[in-house]
Nanobody
Framework: QVQLVESGGGLVQAGGSLRLSCATS????????MGWFRQAPGKEREFVAV????????YYADSVKGRFTISRDNAKNTVYLQMNSLKPEDTATYYC??????????????????WGQGTQVTVSS
């Protein structure tokens, strides 16, 4: 049974920073691509960032590129999302997710089979 637990969300003013963490258990963490996604009220869940199983490759949505950084610590089974220069439009529930299959690179929501419960990020203007 895969478990993913996010933490680190909160309320921050525009221009501020937050660091999200996602602790995982139940699989060999170091063999799976991990991603961060977000969902704002009334909108579909959207891709934010992804990192390969080794951490050697990352990819970002255009809307967060240059402001957010995804990283992972395979020794701690944890993936992180450092969010800087936050904007009100970044307000959403943020979810970490693990790819369905090991050693597969993907950006699609449909390819991620295990999800955390989400952590709320609210950016005030």
């Amino acid at each position: 049974q895969v478990q993913l637990v996010e933490s680190g969300g909160g309320l921050v003013q525009a221009g501020g920073s937050l660091r999200l963490s996602c602790a995982t258990s139940g699989r060999i963490f170091s063999t799976y691509t991990m991603g961060w996604f977000r969902q704002a009220p009334g909108k579909e869940r959207e891709f934010v960032a992804v990192i390969s199983w080794s951490g050697g490759s990352t990819y970002y949505a255009d809307s967060v590129k240059g402001r957010f950084t995804i990283s992972r610590d395979n020794a701690k089974n944890t993936v992180y999302l450092q969010m800087n220069s936050l904007k009100p439009e970044d307000t959403a529930t943020y979810y970490c997710a693990q790819n369905k299959y090991d050693h597969i690179w993907s950006l699609s929501v449909a390819d991620f089979g295990s999800w955390g419960q989400g952590t709320q990020v609210t950016v005030s203007s």
